[in-house]
């Protein structure tokens, strides 16, 4: 199956987003590597994990923040436009919702990738939202829902790890698949998947 | 009929960027006069800082308000960043109980002024329980008590040319808002915390407290409010110290 310019666009814009929201991400974290559940938590309170990593005081998270909120930014842009495009083109119902369309995934592939489209970028984003102040002085359900404030970090911080975990499986997947021929077909558009009646 | 083609080609494509780049231009001249840019627009990272300004201050309300929780929400541990200020004016006045604390007000007001502790004790009072998030990921709630910065505000008479709100500490930190946050009910001047004194180290006698935003935008220590249209003559130009340090001036997130 040939990836669409659009989705092919997209794919490379989040990939590059993504790893500068996690990069960025590592940087804020290291400033309180602590995780609460509820509205409120610091040090001299109890913590839900207490993540085995340094805590980094040294003003990292300044460029850590403006990164994050940039790369955020571009992430979304692109996921607009993907899920904009996707649903034009019909590439989840095709690809994604049912069996043996054009791309022929897996029940795993499709299950995962449904996931990752529909339930963990959506679930960051609005963690995301859910710890702007200003946005939740707006819509306040949108921190309540989730327990509070610091709770929002916390499924913020699992979902990011999730996310990660997809990302490395992806990774490995596509390596074992033939590297240079899919991610040759994810930058130019040729034909990843070779079938027997092509050849 | 290809030369035909490519000379359409070329003139459609010309008037395109051309109209883009006067969209772009005329774009980049209403956000200004709207106030929609951020003073620490330059760069990589001002692209971000001005896109969620920018759609915040459009497409949220400015008078939303935080929210406010109940007494038994206060946090038991309010941890505190930074220590008290150095300067010996500071100490000397610390020393005294703050009696010979003053707060200038001045800039772009009718009525330059100049405050006492006890001039702002006997401001009406407002109370708020708010919960407040530092950047480095821990936050509290605690209930605040203080008088608007709005009333302080129409008391000296803002001219209508006001765009920013800037303040200035003893510790030589300097902050600054835009009117939607000066103006905002939940902004204060505050002067007690959790029904009693501001404790010292978070401020004493008098800090502001901006509920929309992060906590390093409530800045401590205030000893000077100033109100200005342009922030480019103060520091290096940026809003506040926070850029100059690194950090966004723009904290509502």
Redesign the interface.
Known sequence: MRHSALVRITHWITAASFIALVYSGIA??L??P?LYWG???????PSLIDLPLPMI?T?Q???G???H?????VCILSGVAYMLGGMVACHFRNDLFRRGGPANYTVLQRVTYTAVVFVLFPLMIWTGFA????????F?VL??ALGG??SA?TIHFVVANLLVLFLVGHVVMVYVAGFSRHVGAMILGGNSVVRETQT | MSRLWTRRKAITTGLTALAGASGLTVAARLADQYGLIPPDHGG??G???T??YAS?RLL??RH????E?SPS?I?????VNGGMPAAFEYQQLLARKFTDWRLEVDGLVARPSSFSLADVHGFPVSRQIT?Q?????????AEWTGVPLSYVLNLVGVSTRAKYVVFFAFDDSWESLDMADAWHPQTLLAYGMNGGELPTPHGAPVRLRV????GYKSLKYLSQITVVDSLKDIGRGLGSISPE????WYA??
């Open positions: 804020i974290l400033a309180h602590r509205e409120t938590g610091a040090i001299g309170t005081l003003g998270t300044g460029w923040r403006y990164l909120f940039l790369s955020a930014w710890m702007s102040p200003a946005v939740t002085s707006v306040p921190v309540t404030q610091q970090r | 990589i990272y692209i971000g800082e896109l969620t915040q949220m309300s939303s308000l935080a929210r929780f929400q946090s038991k541990v309010a941890p919960h998030a530092c950047e480095e990921g821990w936050s509290f709630i509920a929309r935003q992060l340090l690194g950090y966004s509502g997130i």
